[in-house]
Structures are given as structure tokens and as C-alpha cells.
């Protein structure tokens, strides 16, 4: 049973910056790719950053490239969101997600597996 646990939210300024990290449990996640979503209230999951399983490429969504970083360790089982320059628009439940493939990927159903999330909120 994989389990994927989302920590380091929280409120913060606009301007500032949080790290997110996603521990996995369950199985190794070397052979898999990675990635963020996040979500607000009546609207749809969004793509926020991808990361192939070998770390070699990533994916970001326009509206955070530049500011987001996505990065794994897959000895420590862990993937990682660095967000800096964070602006209100960027509040909502960050989600992690593990895919069912090497390749890193923009879409929710390439995902297998999903935290429970953890709330970031920027304030302005």
C-alpha cells in the first residue's frame, strides 16, 4: 500500500517562500515519476510541477515557472517543492501525487496514488 504524506504548508506574506515535502511509504518510488497538484475550492485539481523518475526532467505549469522548483531524493523516498516569490493566487491544498510510469506528466489520471494535502495560504 503506497502512502504519500504532504507536510510544510502553511500561511505565509506574499513575497515569501515555502518548501513542501512528500514522504513516501509503501514502496520505493525510483521507478516512478512525481508530481504537485493543487486545488481551491469548487475549481478542478491544477498541474503545478512534475519531476520523471530519475529526476533528468521536469514539468511546470506557466503559472509558477520561475518561482517553483520540484526535486526528489529518491534515497530518502522524498520529493520536494521549493516555492518562492509566492503570490495570493498561489493559495490552495497542495497535493502530491505518484504516477503509474517513469515519464513525468502534466495530467491527474497519468497519477496513481495521492496525499490527503496540505494547505498553503499567501497572504497579501
Known amino acids: 500500500q503506497v502512502q504519500l504524506v504532504e507536510a510544510g504548508g502553511g500561511l505565509v506574506q506574499a513575497g515569501g517562500s515555502l518548501r513542501l515535502s512528500c514522504a513516501a511509504s509503501g514502496r520505493t518510488i525510483s521507478s516512478y515519476a512525481m508530481g504537485w497538484f493543487r486545488q481551491v475550492p469548487g475549481k478542478e485539481r491544477e498541474f503545478v510541477a512534475a519531476?520523471?523518475?530519475?529526476?533528468?526532467?521536469?514539468l511546470y505549469a506557466d503559472a509558477v515557472k520561475g518561482r517553483f522548483t520540484i526535486s526528489r531524493d529518491n534515497a530518502k523516498n522524498t520529493v520536494h517543492l521549493q516555492m518562492n516569490s509566492l503570490k495570493p493566487e498561489d493559495t490552495a491544498v497542495y497535493y502530491c501525487a505518484e504516477a503509474r510510469g517513469y515519464g513525468a506528466s502534466r495530467y491527474p489520471q497519468a497519477y496513481d496514488y495521492w496525499g490527503q494535502g496540505t494547505q498553503v495560504t499567501v497572504s497579501s
Open positions: 519531476i520523471s523518475a530519475s529526476g533528468g526532467r521536469t
